[in-house]
């Protein structure tokens, strides 16, 4: 531990106890009590030789800028210690993550978290930017050519990796003309699945305590948030979290554009999942193919 503990300028002497967290899939987490009481989370990017796709480099970064601009609109994630080059040093959040909970939720319960969820997205959804894209990877002036940007360069990941996709890039450039659409880059995590959401439970009431894991986080469409929250199945038939996220003042009108460009950011996004299977050296989800293939389907 005393490597981890020296890239994030670290004293042994100021840690009581460590503990590695299982939750990552990329990179490396750690538990951290300090003597003076406080508990953080260190999170430590692979080192540099290890094979990473092209939005993976300075990922952390990302994160770290997705963290400080998120808690300055008051929503609810971890706060930054400190942040540096291959390591980003927060303060822990108590909670358990969602995805854990699994069927422990009872019906009503799991809507009203939905709900709440829907209103922390809203508020997320609120801090906009001035230009388009990954900040870590450089951003674009059209939100057009940023996400067309994001696809090539997946597009290679795919090719340097061995991975065989489906055709994407004609077909996304069929219907590129709906994300002319896109105005205004927002500040977007891009993988709201359950296991980035935490559920703390104070004083006997569940609710959500933060988003984590904002690493893939990027300025663009609000809409791109809807291929996560919905991983795998269909944001329109989340009534409850719609009903919240239209409660807070988010604005979701589901036209012809609208689901159009879901489609596309769910492609990226399982595109995403079964290209970082290979330098992962882990498989993806068995859904993920098919669930990319009914995506593009939309597409037409």
């Not at 659409?181 to 933060?210: C, K, Q, Y």
Request: aromatic share 8%.
């Amino acid at each position: 531990m005393t490597a981890p503990l020296a890239v994030a300028g670290i004293e042994p002497a100021d840690v009581a106890s460590q503990e590695q967290l299982t939750d990552g899939f990329y990179n490396t987490l750690y538990l951290l009590e300090m003597v003076d009481g406080a508990r953080q989370v260190l999170k430590v990017e692979p080192s540099r030789g290890e094979p990473r796709l092209n939005y993976e480099i300075a990922l952390l970064a990302a994160e770290e800028m997705f963290l400080r601009v998120a808690e300055s609109g008051g929503v609810p994630v971890p706060h930054v210690v400190r942040g540096g080059e291959g390591y980003l040093l927060m303060e822990e959040v108590p909670g358990v993550n969602w995805h854990r909970l699994g069927g422990s939720l009872d019906a009503a319960e799991h809507e009203r978290l939905r709900a709440e969820l829907g209103r922390i997205v809203a508020d997320l959804h609120r801090l906009t930017g001035k230009r388009f894209g990954y900040a870590q990877r450089g951003l674009a002036t059209t939100w057009r050519e940023a996400f067309l940007g994001m696809v090539d360069a997946l597009i290679a990941d795919a090719a340097r990796f061995g991975v065989e996709l489906p055709e994407l890039r004609k077909r996304f450039a069929g219907v590129a003309d709906v994300l002319d659409d896109v105005a205004t880059p927002v500040l977007v995590h891009f993988d709201l699945w359950a296991g980035n959401i935490l559920i703390d439970e104070p004083r006997g009431t569940r609710h959500i305590s933060a988003l984590v894991d904002g690493e893939r986080s990027f300025w663009g469409d609000p809409l791109a948030d809807m291929a996560s929250l919905a991983l795998f199945g269909d944001i329109e038939q989340d009534e409850a979290f719609l009903s919240g996220y239209r409660q807070a003042g988010g604005v979701l009108l589901f036209d012809d554009s609208a689901r159009k460009r879901i489609a596309l950011y769910q492609a990226y996004l399982y595109a995403i999942m079964l290209v970082e299977a290979a330098p992962r050296k882990r498989p993806a989800a068995p859904q993920t193919a098919e669930a990319l293939e009914r995506a593009l389907a939309v597409l037409g």
